[in-house]
């Protein structure tokens, strides 16, 4: 067990750097003030994550509390479980167990194949159990806040929330192995991913559909509440009946008696059981897909390819690099393309129903809208670049630039190209999949309000230079200190801190642009001025940044090498 | 043309990973680079083209500083590194045309040379094919293809034969004796000895950092008084260091 425990820890410290800090040559001093920094930004991070979860979840249990039916949250509450496992899990178990370039290091060890098994799944284990803290914890704590269910219950939660990843990992780990006995399974990696993206896709905007149902948080009239909380039952009925599981996790919601404890605790037991059918079937058949297996090749011809050559801007050149290189990953375009994507679809698929199923307010909504888009009224402007910076936090194209590069980031300062001219090629994608998503939106916000041109080209200019300042502080914060050693493309794409901390640096951001929120609601201020306070005051910054690179020059990119 | 003066590298407090070296590599010749694991010959070449930091001294590429002139500098060089994956989601070609544009070279004239070193390394019929499906061998190619590609007057290469197969490495060593004789400066670290012997102008010798020997195959051997073969001279000199 000792062999066991000690490979996961390497398996875990190996496949994920969120969690271990590598050791770095530097001053003991420095890295003790790293550590302290990193351990404040983390926490500031968990607080707002899990504040937003929990404080969400005790909101709805809350009013649904008023009219007795915080019982409607079960099936919610279980799948809120079962979903993070997927999301997380599955695809952490086919990266570990069966697409990591690490087995090189494991097939020469006297190791049996449980022993490896083992260890790959404690450390998945462990990963979603991490995950698990940001989203499902705070939303246990919020809902046993504000409905109170009882003892047992919480111990009915503590065991689904250590049945269900087990359960994931292992079922998905027997379905996957089963098939890698049939087909070459890395060879289907990229249709894996297209499936796992496009069920991720179909619950995110599912369970934002189903959120949206419950409407305003604070209700004045319980009576007002009957068609949400009918929306409620129906979605969790539905939802019952696709995930049959929550008929075990509704005891840990719901004060059934004994059975809150037994439901959960069979739930375990079956956890448990799946373990050890995985845990058998890997000994008999894991030990072939540990063995890599060659993709086999495009039969070449022999014939002499005919090709051109066609000269860029070398700033044009690193872009074009850049979208070659993350569209023909499907790793990178799943983790890095699609969730900037997902926020706009999540956000508009959350408020599109609230608006369409309430009778009273859609038409209020036409009256509304336009009037917001006056001149006069500075916070407008204020709200549409904050609300665009929000939704841009998730774009983290930069935040992994260099990382992407692996071990061969080096060789960009090989090119006799400018710091700046290497920021700029490398930047320019993040700026363009924000730019995609977001001046579309305000285009046809505005269309639909009815607003003057110069008010949307004030927006567009605002959110532009957020979107500057957003992709230059996350391509430093890689450039300064990226994490070139890593052994698959999850870990660059979505496995490492410095993703954490460029989201805090975002939603810092996001928060600053709030700020100007406060002249322009004290003081009454119009649109154009507070546009031009905002120019000059995000200018100013971004202008910062640009004498940063040039005074620190290709010391910028010290620590690749 | 190289200079190296005066040189140290430090890694975390007092590691002098490479210190206080002092060299000049000629226009015109082949400089190998020797030394056993950790002697600080990559060091070395990763300061010459930029990748590492100098921690003291200077080094000049045909005149220009790396530390203060990089830029000009790092047009004068080409540099082939020890390992090859590079880009392998690019296919070779638009790895060439990368390199082409990063260096400004005329599409015409570069696709000149291409054909002549792809043609020579064997590799015209798999340009179009993504890097990643190439073996060691043949991204090693592309590389040193690249490299020829903007024609630097200063060729660095980080162990050029790994990997290659019999008839490659010969064209490869042809390459860069023709690529000397034009007036260009070949500096290339390995550990294959024989390669060393046979194809460098000079050696430099280096161990633990410092350098124990710079000039002709012939003049360690005047030195040693002994007519070993280089393997063991240079055994005898490393171990005596």
Known sequence: MHKVLELSKIVLKNS????VSSKKKGRRQ??????????????????????????????????????????????????????????????????????????????????????????RFISTFFYIIVIQFVFVLPSFIGFNLAAGPGILTYFGQFFIFIAIPIIVISLSFIVILMLSRIINIRKYFTIFQVVSAILMFTTAIGISLISSFGGPIIIENADDFGPIVEAIRGAGNGLSWAFFITFFTDGAFINLGYKSLLLPFLLLLFAGLTFYVAYLLAGKYYHASLFSIDIKKKKRTKERSTFKVIKHNPVWALFSNEVKTILRSPTFVFNLLLPPLLVPLITI?????????????????TVLIPSLFDPSLGFMFVA???ASSFISMMNLISATTFTREGSNAQLLKI???????????????????????????IIVLAIIAGAQFYLVLMYIVGFSLVNLLMNYSSIILDARSPLLNWTNEIEAAKNNKNILIAMGVNFLITGFVFVFLVPAILLALPTWLIFIMFVIVFSIIIGLFELYITKVGPRLFKKIQ | MIEIKNTTKVFGKNFKAVDNLNLDIKAG???????????GKTTTIKM?????????????????????????????????????????????????????????VNPLLAKERIDKYANLFSLEADLQDKIQSFSHGMRQKLLVIGVLLHQP????????????????????????REYANEGNTVLFSTHVLEVAEKLCDRIGVINKGKLLFVGTIEELRAQTKSEQSLEDLFLELTSNA
């Open chain 1, 16 to 19: 994920s750097n969120i969690l």
């Open chain 1, 30 to 119: 420095n890295k003790k003030a790293g550590r302290i920094f990193a351990i404040i930004g983390f926490t500031v991070l968990y607080v707002y994550l899990a504040g937003i979860m929990g404080f969400s979840v005790y909101s709805i249990t809350h009013s649904l509390a008023e009219v007795g039916e915080t019982n409607l949250l079960s099936p919610i509450l279980g799948l809120i479980v079962v979903i993070t496992s997927l999301f997380f899990g599955v695809f952490m178990m086919f990266s570990t167990f069966f697409t990591s370039s690490d087995n090189h290091l494991w097939l020469p060890l006297p190791l049996k194949v449980e022993e490896i098994f083992t260890a």
């Open chain 1, 349 to 365: 698929g959350s408020a599109l129903p609230a608006i369409l199923t309430d009778t009273e307010m859609a038409p209020n909504v």
């Open chain 1, 384 to 386: 549409i670049v904050g």
């Open chain 1, 415 to 441: 090119y006799p190209l400018a710091t700046r001219q290497i920021i700029y090629g490398k930047m320019l994608l993040g700026i363009f999949v924000n730019t995609l998503i977001i001046v579309p939106l």
């Open chain 2, 29 to 39: 010749e082949i400089f190998g680079f020797l030394g056993p694991n950790g002697a």
């Open chain 2, 48 to 104: 010459i083209t930029g990748i590492t930091e100098i921690s003291a001294g200077e080094i000049l590429v045909d005149g220009f500083s790396i530390a203060k002139d990089p830029i000009r500098a790092k047009e004068k060089l080409g540099f082939v590194p020890d390992d090859p994956n590079v880009l392998l989601r690019l296919s070779g070609i638009e790895y060439l045309n990368f390199i082409a544009s990063v260096y400004g």
């Open chain 2, 153 to 176: 007057s200063n060729l660095i290469l980080d162990e050029p034969m790994t990997g290659l197969d019999p008839q490659s490495a010969f064209n490869l060593k042809k390459v860069m």
